[in-house]
C-alpha cells in the first residue's frame, strides 16, 4: 500500500503564489494561526504514538507506517491505523485500498474499521492473492 504525496498534479502557477510567504522569514506560523494549531496537533498526535505514524497525501490524516515488504495473504505485524487530525463523528466507517505498479487495486481482507476518538484501528489487515 502507498499513499502518494505528490506536487505533480498541482495546477496553480508559479506565478500564483505569493512571494512574500515563500521567501518572507517573518511569514509562516507567526502571521497565520491557523497553521501553527495544525501544525502543534499533528505534531502532537505523532509523539503520542511515538513515531508510529506517517503523514499521507492529505494533510489530515495520518497512517502507520507500512513494513517494506508486506506479503499477501500475511496480515500485518501491528494493527494499521489511520489518525484524522480534526472532528469525525465516532462510528464513521473508514475503508482502506491498496495497490502497486503491478495490480493497482489489490483485494485487502478487513478494510474496513470504525473510528473511534479520531482513530480508525484495522485488525488483521491483510492483502489477497
Not at 502543534?40 to 489530515?60: D, F, K, M, N, W
Request: charge should be negative; proline fraction near 5%; charged fraction near 20%.
Amino acid at each position: 500500500m502507498h499513499l502518494p504525496v505528490s506536487l505533480n498534479s498541482c495546477n496553480v502557477s508559479e506565478e500564483a503564489w505569493p512571494k512574500s510567504t515563500m521567501c518572507d522569514s517573518s511569514s509562516g506560523y507567526q502571521t497565520n494561526p491557523d497553521f501553527y494549531w495544525f501544525e502543534h496537533r499533528v505534531h502532537e498526535i505523532q509523539s503520542e504514538y511515538a513515531g508510529e505514524l506517517v503523514r499521507t497525501g492529505s494533510p489530515y490524516i495520518l497512517c502507520t507506517q507500512l513494513p517494506g515488504h508486506w506479503r499477501s495473504n500475511k496480515t500485518l505485524p501491528v494493527a494499521f491505523k489511520v489518525v484524522v487530525v480534526g472532528d469525525v463523528v465516532d462510528g464513521t466507517a473508514v475503508t482502506v485500498r491498496a495497490g502497486n505498479d503491478e495490480n493497482c487495486c489489490a483485494e485487502i481482507r478487513n478494510a474496513t474499521a470504525h473510528m473511534k476518538n479520531q482513530v480508525a484501528k484495522f485488525n488483521d489487515l491483510s492483502a489477497v492473492t
